[in-house]
């Protein structure tokens, strides 16, 4: 337990970000010598972390407005987005994001994580950062104008790169979405993948399923084995120590890589030292030393999910599978699931409000394609990428898996169960607790209510999604207008909306189907957007103003009403745009829907 109070300490102290008085923290060093116990350690290294946590933060101080031109190092993958090209980048001592459009996004596409490029550009500070900003250090924004020449970065960088590239030109020839999936599952790179993909893998519960976890890791050092088995002790330690650095380079240093490769480093240590090391104990000491090295660690959502899905499968799969009924493969299958889902619901719960029901079933279908998938993709990715000519050859059953995992999250994020919340959750916890507990006692009446909550706690949700009268009127996005009535569902789209916000707005208000599409302008940015929502909802009508890019849109006469039961729709042609008002049903006008 002293790991797990060493590990809580760190964090404590990292989140509190005050710095400890030099006096106190050579006391505490002191004491630390002179006792030697653990309560001890725990207080120093909670100290150090809030002191360095405070320097942290001192460090996110605004970047200078002005001009820049010189050399900038990308810390990330250039990602393109709808305006250009987004990267983050170190400017000096500063980590900034950057924008790229025109043709100095033309030049950033093919640079990769680690590589340097010389910019021209303006640098203005970051008033009010985000969480994630927080969390990447970020405290500036680089505008781009011009690209004026590229370096490779160091030999390990060029390395990584060089198999980056591999592994994407081997999966050139596969389908956009396949591809990006392929390269998330393999490498946790999230380029390329469409807005309906990530909000299916969402609403399916299956996004950890894109990050670089254990499992990778576990394969990595499995596909060595045979040659660090070679080595002395000491020398397959320092062997093993590189590959997991080399690693976590060629998968970008994302906070579930770090968790995972600081875990199997500690493994590899205490065995190495002939010492046995429980999971819950390297896990302590993994994410111990991470804090310590970086406190804005603590602000990082994708961290927090990765350490409380490590946490749930190490605390809870080994009683859970105990508990389950049935074939062992499967409950083991399940409880891993079971556990994952578990621990990451507080920080499902506290930052995005919700989780979905169909989470592990969801998981108990697609998890078992995961792992083959990533072991298949290493190997065979590199030889399709060395030997293009057999690429499709060997991506096939890419393919197949691929397809199977985003099958499952397709189909399940249509299943009407609805979302758990705080209260739901913690009945279906105490639900399950009561089985579990009755069973092992035979008692009848604690198992019968406990299935009663669990039963209650997952169906309640869909039941209410399904029976209950939703709202008229609702926005769930930003430039998005919801109407519902009389058996039909309209959505009402302004010139410029988030598609993942709207989809995953769409989802938590449980909409099954649309019946009608409005674009009230004719703006281009819209066609993807509708192309996506024809691709989760079917074919619904799709009105725009003439001349609209929008494909399928047809230009609605003036005056067009839509029937909504008691409250109707009324568009109308004001300067070229289409505008969507409440209306009494019925009437004349120039049409109706």
């Not at 500070?125 to 924004?141: E, F, I, K, N, Y």
């Amino acid at each position: 337990m002293a790991a797990v109070a060493l590990a809580v300490g760190v964090v404590a102290g990292a989140t509190l970000a005050r710095p400890v008085p030099g006096p106190v923290l050579a006391a505490l060093a002191v004491g630390l010598v002179r006792w030697r116990r653990p309560v001890a350690l725990v207080l120093l290294a909670a100290a150090l972390a809030s002191t360095w946590g405070a320097a942290a933060h001192r460090g996110l101080a605004p970047a200078p407005a002005g001009r820049h031109h010189g050399w900038v190092t990308l810390l990330t993958d250039p990602s393109p987005v709808a305006s250009g090209v987004q990267v983050e980048v170190r400017l000096g001592r500063r980590h900034v994001e950057a924008w790229a459009r025109g043709g100095a996004s033309g030049s950033l596409r093919a640079r990769l994580s680690g590589e340097q490029v010389l910019v021209t550009g303006r640098l203005r500070p970051l008033t009010d950062p985000g969480a994630w900003q927080v969390a990447r250090h970020l405290s500036g924004r680089l505008e781009i104008d011009v690209v004026e020449g590229w370096r490779p970065g160091t030999p390990p960088v060029q390395a990584a790169n060089r198999l980056h590239r591999l592994l994407a030109r081997g999966a050139a020839d596969l389908p956009d979405d396949t591809r990006a999936l392929f390269l998330g599952f393999v490498l946790g790179d999230d380029r390329g993948r469409s807005e309906l993909v990530t909000d299916d893998f969402r609403g399916a519960g299956l996004m950890h399923l894109l990050a670089v976890s254990g499992q990778n890791v576990a394969f990595v050092l499995a596909l060595f084995a045979p040659a660090l088995r070679r080595l002395g002790l000491r020398s397959r330690f320092v062997a093993t120590l590189a590959l997991l650095a080399f690693f976590a380079l060629l998968t970008r240093f994302e906070p579930s890589v770090l968790r995972a490769t600081a875990m199997a480093a500690i493994a590899t240590l205490a065995a190495t030292r002939g010492r046995e090391a429980t999971s819950l104990r390297v896990l302590s000491l993994a994410v111990a030393g991470l804090v310590l090295v970086d406190p804005l660690l603590v602000v990082s959502v994708g961290f927090r999910l990765s350490v409380a899905a490590s946490l749930g499968i190490v605390a809870l799969a080994g009683p859970l599978e105990r508990a389950l009924p049935g074939p062992r493969p499967l409950a083991e299958a399940l409880s891993v699931g079971l556990g994952a889902q578990l621990g990451v619901a507080p920080v499902l719960l506290s930052t995005f409000g919700d989780l979905p029901v169909v989470a592990p079933a969801a998981n108990l279908l697609a998890v078992p394609a995961a792992g083959p998938l990533t072991t298949w993709g290493m190997t065979a990715g590199l030889l399709a990428g060395a030997v293009p000519a057999v690429a499709d050859l060997v991506h096939l059953p890419t393919r197949l898996l691929v397809g199977w995992v985003a099958g499952v999250a397709r189909v399940a994020v249509g299943v009407p169960l609805g979302q758990l919340g705080a209260t739901e959750l913690v009945a279906a916890v105490a639900g399950g607790g009561a089985v579990t507990v009755g069973r092992r006692r035979h008692r009848s009446a604690l198992v019968a209510g406990g299935v009663v909550l669990l039963v209650g706690a997952l169906v309640l949700p869909g039941l209410v999604l399904r029976l209950g009268t939703p709202p008229p009127h609702g926005r769930p996005a930003d430039g998005a207008d919801l109407w519902r009535g009389g058996g039909r569902v309209v959505l009402v789209l302004s010139g410029r909306v988030d598609e993942g916000d709207l989809l995953a707005g769409l989802r938590t208000a449980g909409v099954a189907r649309l019946d009608l599409v409005v674009c009230r302008s004719d703006s281009g940015a819209l066609a993807p957007v509708v192309a996506d929502l024809r691709r989760r909802y079917g074919a619904p009508i799709v009105v725009a103003p003439d001349g609209s890019p929008v494909p399928g849109a047809v230009a609605p006469p003036d005056g067009t009403r839509v029937g909504l039961g008691d409250v109707g729709l009324v568009v109308r042609e004001v300067d070229g745009g289409l505008e969507v008002h409440p209306d009494a049903a019925g009437g004349g006008g120039g049409g109706s829907v």
